[in-house]
């Protein structure tokens, strides 16, 4: 009879000796049942999709609205806010905890998060930062006037709100359930979430931060943020437990220590705001004197917000967004006015050196995004090549080049599917995900540093949310021709010199480049829009018609769509990883998309025309210079209204900044330390087309960054609530500033 294993002894009397390879994998099983039990409870709580969640989702995302739309106009910078986000709704629902007739869970605060994104990033998705200024504003006579009321502009907004987000949910299995994209925002916004309602008792249902970096490791990454230092994790585990001295919990502790940083930051930066109204000269400080100050535009805006918006970036962005302004404003603008090729005031959009070197810039941001864009797409590919490559030169080595033309497929040498496993087997027992998959193990004997590059960490699918709660395809394919076809309608209604042929074309152009949007989103964390938006203004240029009457106004139109496609995708995919780790229901996540989008079409309509109505724009306080790289990208790659020299400076510095894109991501790929210094295009381009006042003080955002983490070793987390409360505070108050001017009340 044979020995019962679980003894661990052998009918001698002998210990046995277990295999380490089993015990490993039995740990493996034990961890993918422990997850899928995880998702299938937390994704039914009926706190996923709740009417007062829903509320406190649009009330925090039309705070997001207004500040986006305000930084927006002022440099092209928006930000979801996720993280601040979740942590207001946090606030909010404890502070009235006394009233709630069910308590508040961490996949409400999931669904807050993923309403107040959506709502709150619209100013991007329909335009109102860039493309709309650019043709309401900037296009030349004959090139087409474009004026729209208040209600062509919600109709406008709402065609756009819902492709992208449709779209995106048949990629959510590919990227976030099998590949395990990390997504680090989204990570980081899961783990701010755990952090403030962590208990430390599973057995109820609840969530532990230690929990969720184990899932994280599995998925073959760390949580984006630092680890939490000792005393939060201490606080989250003993979230339940009075303290003698005082009364409060620890996880009380902690999360109101979050909230009364985020709030003194908010007043700083609101109080500065509201000062900067009446003392206008303190968003340009001569900190290098008045002659550059006032002849080259050198100075310094000593915003909060922008130094919460270079904490926020980091060290690496800001370094080369300060590399940019050198190269622009400390070296090609001096260059272009005394060569004579930009004769106007230094500050003229149109013949001063400051509308010269938006296209040098504009070169570098569409050979940085064509670089990116053709790896990210090629990368499956060379997966691909890599792993089946070895095989077919091994046949052909052995039996020729006929052997690739007979009609049996060959055996791969790559994978074998796993057999049942036995009691009596030492091998590697099949890692199963609850018998639902055949799952296949790697039994390469060797790999190369291209394979183990190209290859997951982990070739099992995360376990899922119950199929109820999961979109189903006929859901998907109905909402996705019912969304397309509404945008091709509101387009037409809107700017019927569009011709539909190619609105179509845009619209499936949208399509495939907002799936390089999303993989480089969950790859790096940056969302390529405006290079995707470039990509499709230079594809548009090549098509017969690009010559045709409003050819401008057609190129912007064109790259709108694709622009909006991919934030909206982008969006909700991050939303989708954060419910993913904290296994909300991701229908619940749809439905809430849609919602913050449809209200967000509206309210940043709304808050645009408003800010336009009052303020000048272009002006001293919105100069919106990316509805400028808007319109210089249309007439560039049309050829039209080019200043001197220019194609062969912007020529050039393609040239060179290709070489660099090139090597920085083959760098990053194959985890080079020193890659990522290699200046980044789209970086280096934001900081040639903005004034130097903004690039500077992003610069000492990211210097306060790399102190804080770097130096001091400092709580990630903490400092990107404090960034947070920087960037919201001069946002919110902006509203009252707002207010005084189309009051108008004076100035000091």
Same mark, same amino acid.
Request: glycine share 10%.
């Given at each position: 009879?044979?020995?019962d ?7 001698d ?11 490993r ?6 961890e ?12 039914t ?19 997001i609205c ?13 930000s979801?806010?996720?993280m ?21 869970t961490p ?12 709502l709150?990033?619209m100013?991007?998705?329909g ?20 004026r ?11 065609g ?12 959510r299995?590919?990227?976030i ?9 989204g ?12 208990t ?34 201490e606080?989250?585990?003993e979230?339940?437990?009075e ?20 709030v ?44 919460g ?21 400390g ?18 959009w ?5 509308g ?12 940085d ?17 890599? #792993? ?7 046949? *052909?080595?052995?039996?020729g %080049?006929?052997?690739?033309? +007979?009609? !049996? /497929? $060959?055996?791969?040498q ?7 496993y036995?009691e ?12 639902q ?10 790999s190369?540093?291209?394979y183990?590059?190209?290859s997951t960490t ?5 376990p ?9 395809p ?12 509404f945008?091709?309608?509101?387009t ?17 152009l ?15 964390d #940056? ?5 995707i938006?470039? *990509?499709?203004?230079?594809? %548009?240029?090549?098509?017969? +018609?690009? !010559? /045709? $009457?409003h ?35 991701p ?49 560039l ?8 020299m220019v ?7 393609g040239?060179?900044w ?14 080079w ?5 290699v200046p ?10 903005n ?11 990211g ?21 947070s409360?920087?960037?919201l ?20």
């Amino acid at each position: 009879m044979a020995p019962d294993r679980g003894s661990g002894q052998e009918p001698d009397g002998n210990p046995t000796e277990r295999s380490p390879l089993r015990d490993r994998s039995n740990d493996v099983q034990a961890e993918l049942d422990e997850a899928q039990h995880f998702q299938d409870t937390h994704s039914t709580e009926p706190q996923n999709f709740t009417f007062r969640g829903v509320a406190v989702g649009l009330l925090v995302g039309t705070l997001i609205c207004f500040s986006n739309m305000y930084f927006g106009l002022q440099t092209g910078w928006i930000s979801g806010m996720a993280m601040p986000s979740s942590l207001i709704g946090f606030a909010i629902f404890k502070i009235f905890s006394k009233y709630l007739a069910y308590p508040f869970t961490p996949v409400e605060n999931v669904l807050i998060q993923t309403v107040a994104g959506a709502l709150g990033t619209m100013p991007l998705a329909g335009g109102f930062v860039g493309v709309f200024p650019a043709m309401e504003y900037l296009l030349k006579k004959g090139e087409g006037e474009v004026r729209l009321g208040l209600g062509m502009l919600v109709v406008w907004a709402l065609g756009l709100s819902f492709f992208g987000v449709v779209f995106a949910v048949p990629l959510r299995k590919e990227v976030i359930v099998r590949e395990k994209l990390r997504f680090p925002s989204g990570t980081a916004t899961a783990l701010m979430i755990e952090v403030l309602h962590g208990t430390g008792h599973e057995k109820e249902g609840d969530i532990d931060n230690e929990g969720l970096r184990r899932r994280e490791d599995r998925r073959g990454g760390r949580p984006f943020v630092a680890t939490p230092p000792a005393n939060v994790q201490e606080n989250v585990v003993e979230g339940n437990e009075e303290l003698e001295d005082g009364g409060i919990t620890d996880e009380q502790y902690s999360w109101k220590e979050k909230v009364r940083l985020l709030v003194i930051s908010f007043a700083l930066s609101g109080i500065y705001t509201l000062v900067t109204y009446f003392i206008p000269q303190l968003r340009n400080v001569p900190f290098l004197g008045t002659t550059l100050a006032n002849t080259w535009l050198w100075t310094l805006n000593p915003s909060p917000a922008y130094i919460g918006q270079g904490i926020i970036m980091g060290p690496v962005t800001t370094a080369h967004m300060l590399l940019g302004a050198i190269l622009g404003w400390g070296v090609l603008s001096p260059l272009a006015k005394h060569r004579g090729w930009a004769p106007g005031p230094v500050d003229d959009w149109l013949h001063g050196s400051k509308g010269w070197i938006v296209w040098p810039s504009l070169a570098i941001m569409l050979v940085d995004s064509i670089v990116s864009l053709i790896w990210l797409a090629g990368r499956p590919l060379m997966k691909l090549a890599l #792993l089946y490559g070895e095989e077919f030169y091994a046949r *052909i080595r052995r039996n020729g %080049f006929k052997s690739i033309l +007979s009609s !049996h /497929a $060959p055996k791969s040498q790559s994978y074998e599917a796993v057999r049942p496993y036995s009691e009596d087997d030492d091998e590697i027992p099949p890692l199963s995900n609850s018998d639902q998959h055949n799952i296949l193990k790697p039994i390469r004997t060797r790999s190369s540093t291209l394979y183990r590059q190209f290859s997951t960490t982990s070739t099992i699918p995360d376990p899922d949310a119950p199929p109820d709660q999961l979109i189903g395809p006929r859901t998907v394919a109905v909402g996705l021709l019912l969304s397309l076809c509404f945008c091709l309608i509101t387009t037409h209604f809107t700017f019927p010199l569009l011709p539909p042929n190619l609105a179509i074309l845009a619209l499936f152009l949208a399509l495939i480049l907002s799936i390089v949007g999303v993989r480089a989103l969950g790859e790096t964390d #940056l969302n390529p829009v405006s290079g995707i938006s470039k *990509i499709t203004q230079l594809l %548009f240029s090549l098509l017969p +018609s690009a !010559h /045709a $009457p409003h050819a401008v106004l057609t190129n912007l139109l064109a790259g709108a769509l694709s622009e909006a496609g991919a934030q909206q995708a982008g969006d909700i995919m991050q939303d989708l990883k954060t419910g993913h780790l904290l296994g909300a229901s991701p229908k619940a996540q749809f439905w809430g998309q849609l919602i913050g989008s449809t209200v967000g079409a509206v309210v940043s309509a709304c808050v645009y025309r408003l800010y336009t109505h009052v303020y000048e724009v272009p002006g001293s306080l919105f100069q919106v210079p990316t509805a400028y790289v808007w319109v210089f990208t249309a007439r560039l790659v049309l050829g039209q209204g080019l200043p001197p020299m220019v194609k062969e400076w912007a020529l050039g510095a393609g040239v060179v900044w290709a070489v660099l894109s090139v090597i920085r991501v083959v760098g990053r790929a194959r985890a080079w330390h020193w890659a990522q210094w290699v200046p980044g295009g789209i970086a280096v381009a934001v900081g040639m087309y903005n004034i130097p006042s903004f690039t500077v003080a992003r610069f000492i955002g990211g210097a306060v960054n790399w102190w804080w983490l770097r130096w001091r070793r400092g709580d990630e987390t903490r400092l990107i609530v404090l960034a947070s409360g920087l960037v919201l505070g001069e946002g919110v108050v902006s509203i009252v500033n707002l207010a005084l001017a189309a009051a108008s009340t004076p100035h000091l």
